[in-house]
T-cell receptor
Framework: QKEVEQNSGPLSVPEGAIASLNCTYS??????FFWYRQYSGKSPELIMF????GDKEDGRFTAQLNKASQYVSLLIRDSQPSDSATYLC????????????FGQGTILTVHP | GAVVSQHPSWVICKSGTSVKIECRSL??????MFWYRQFPKQSLMLMAT?????????EQGVEKDKFLINHASLTLSTLTVTSAHPEDSSFYIC??????????FGPGTRLTVL
């Protein structure tokens, strides 16, 4: 079983809709979770991170964390074609070095 | 935000040669740097973790004698791919973190071994 799993996708949504990206993790020691966006041929860029149960909002993005269910999600409101990318979920285990374990990624396409 | 650079951004080399990739944190001191490899249509796979002044910790299945990592200062780590072969062709990405939780990623280096 992979430590971090993402819904397989690809996910296609119309412009203006809400895109929902999901991630589950197996290591209960994981403390922080990160959502990255990666455009083709580029390195990942951080969208947001979350470490407390509940919701965290930043502009059009909302991250949700449920430690009891070991579930992390990212909602993108008012999706734009420029949001089309691969979204990577990553978690840190209980290590002091903060090593990240990445999910396999979900490809999101926002069509006009 | 914190900036991490990588050099070169791309490199093409002949099979059997060695290639060095540099990773620099430009505006902060990186206590820890990470090296990842990403094959097409796959996610990032951590290769090794390096702390300044100490030996790198390699992930299972990564040959430490083939992928030499040096973290000589708080702003520079290097990855040397020794005796490169076509199967080493990949996108190599470094990241750096200070004492906080966030990792800052470099732009990546695309290696092609002929």
């Amino acid at each position: 079983q992979k430590e971090v799993e993402q819904n397989s996708g690809p996910l296609s949504v119309p412009e203006g809709a809400i895109a929902s990206l999901n991630c589950t993790y197996s290591d209960r020691g994981s403390q922080s979770f990160f959502w990255y966006r990666q455009y083709s041929g580029k390195s990942p860029e951080l969208i947001m991170f979350i470490y407390s149960n509940g919701d965290k909002e930043d502009g059009r993005f909302t991250a949700q964390l449920n430690k009891a269910s070991q579930y992390v999600s990212l909602l993108i409101r008012d999706s734009q074609p420029s949001d089309s990318a691969t979204y990577l979920c990553a978690g840190t285990g209980g290590t002091s070095y903060g090593k990240l374990t990445f999910g396999q990624g979900t490809i999101l396409t926002v069509h006009p | 935000g914190a900036v991490v650079s990588q050099h070169p951004s791309w490199v093409i080399c002949k099979s059997g040669t060695s290639v060095k990739i540099e990773c620099r944190s430009l505006d902060f001191q990186a206590t820890t740097m990470f090296w990842y490899r990403q094959f097409p249509k796959q996610s990032l796979m951590l290769m090794a973790t390096s702390n300044e002044g100490s030996k790198a910790t390699y992930e299972q299945g990564v040959e430490k004698d083939k992928f030499l990592i040096n973290h000589a200062s708080l702003t520079l780590s290097t990855l040397t791919v020794t005796s490169a072969h076509p199967e080493d062709s990949s996108f190599y990405i470094c990241s750096a973190k200070d004492r906080g939780n966030e990792q800052f990623f470099g732009p990546g280096t695309r290696l092609t071994v002929l």
